[in-house]
C-alpha cells in the first residue's frame, strides 16, 4: 500500500475540522449581523455594510499552506496542520464609506474572547483593510475564525480578482508576487482609494 | 519597489522566467532558481551576484531564503526536469 502523503493527511484532518469550521462561520456570521445593527439601521442612502461569509474550501486550504512553502512544495518529512490557517471560517464586512469603519471595528470587537489584530498591508505600509482573528469558545475551541473589515472599492476588487483569476487558476495566485504585477496592483489600490475618499469629499461638501 | 524593479530586469537580462506553480525565477540553462521569497528578501546587489555566479554542479541550484531539505530539492528537480 503507498505510504501517505502530507496532502492525504492534511484532506483528513479537514474534514474532521469541518463541523467545526462551520459552526464557527455561522457564530461569527450571526454575530456580526446583530453587532451592526444599530449603525446599519442609520446609514445615509449612499452608505452600504455587506456582510460577506465563506468556509475555505479543502483544496484551497492546502493550496494555502503549500504556498508557504518556497518552491510550493510540502516537504514530506515535516508535518502541517490546517489548525495553522486562521481563515478557514472567514467573515468579510464591506464598508462604504471609509469613515464607518472605526464605528464598526468597535461594535465588532467582542465577536472573539480575545482578537489578534493581523492588518492587511499595502507595499507602502498603509493599511488597506482590518483583519482580526481568534476564537469563539461558544462554536468551537479548535478551529479559529477570521474577519476583515475592508472599504468596499478595495473588497469588491478583491472579490472580482479572486472569482476572475485566482479561483479557476488557483496557480495564478502567485502570479501578483512579481514586481511587476505587485507595482500595477498597488496602482489599481491607489486609485480605489483615491475614487473613494474624493466621492466621500463630495459627500460632505454638499451637506455642508 | 525600485529595488524589485531592478531585480526583476536583472533576472530577465540573464534569462529567468517566472513559474507560477513553484513561484520560482528559473533559468533552464543555467540549472538555477530563485524563490520569490529570496527575491523580495536579499538586496539587489546580492541577487546580481548570485546570477553571475556559475552553479557549482550540473543539478539544480536552489536559492531559497531557508535551505530546503534534501527531500524537497530531490522533488524539485524531478517536476522541473
Known amino acids: 500500500m503507498p505510504e501517505r502523503t502530507v496532502e492525504d493527511r492534511l484532506r483528513e484532518e479537514y474534514f474532521d475540522l469541518l463541523p467545526d469550521i462551520r459552526h464557527v462561520v455561522e457564530h461569527m456570521k450571526a ?150 504585477m505587485q507595482a500595477l496592483r498597488q496602482k489599481v489600490l491607489e486609485a480605489l482609494g483615491a475614487f473613494e475618499e474624493e466621492f466621500e469629499r463630495l459627500v460632505r461638501d454638499e451637506k455642508s | 519597489m525600485k529595488d524589485l524593479a531592478r531585480k526583476e530586469q536583472a533576472l530577465r537580462d540573464a534569462g529567468y522566467k517566472y513559474h507560477f506553480d513553484r513561484a520560482l525565477y528559473l533559468n533552464r540553462t543555467a540549472k538555477k532558481a530563485f524563490s520569490i521569497e529570496f527575491i523580495e528578501d536579499k538586496p539587489a546587489d546580492e541577487l546580481e551576484q548570485k546570477i553571475a555566479e556559475d552553479a557549482p554542479g550540473p543539478g539544480w541550484h536552489f536559492f531559497f531564503t531557508k535551505e530546503p531539505s534534501d527531500a524537497v530539492q530531490r522533488e524539485l528537480s524531478r517536476v522541473l526536469g
Open chain 1, 31 to 180: 454575530e456580526t449581523r446583530h453587532r451592526l445593527l444599530a449603525i446599519s439601521g442609520r446609514l445615509d442612502k449612499h452608505e452600504q455594510i455587506k456582510v460577506d461569509s465563506r468556509i475555505k474550501e479543502c483544496e484551497s486550504a492546502l493550496d494555502k499552506l503549500r504556498r508557504r512553502e518556497q518552491g510550493r512544495i510540502f516537504d514530506q518529512e515535516k508535518s502541517y496542520t490546517l489548525k495553522d490557517l486562521k481563515d478557514l471560517a472567514g467573515v468579510r464586512v464591506l464598508v462604504f464609506p471609509r469613515s464607518r469603519l472605526e464605528e464598526i471595528d468597535i461594535a465588532l470587537r467582542p465577536i472573539f474572547e480575545s482578537r489578534t489584530a493581523d492588518p492587511i498591508l499595502g507595499d507602502g505600509g498603509e493599511t488597506l483593510a482590518l483583519k482580526y482573528w481568534g476564537y469563539c469558545p461558544e462554536a468551537s475551541s479548535k478551529v479559529p475564525g477570521e474577519y476583515q473589515i475592508v472599504p468596499m472599492l478595495t473588497g469588491l476588487f478583491w472579490t472580482v480578482e479572486h472569482s476572475a483569476i485566482y479561483k479557476p487558476s488557483p496557480r495564478y495566485k502567485d502570479a501578483v508576487r512579481t514586481p511587476q
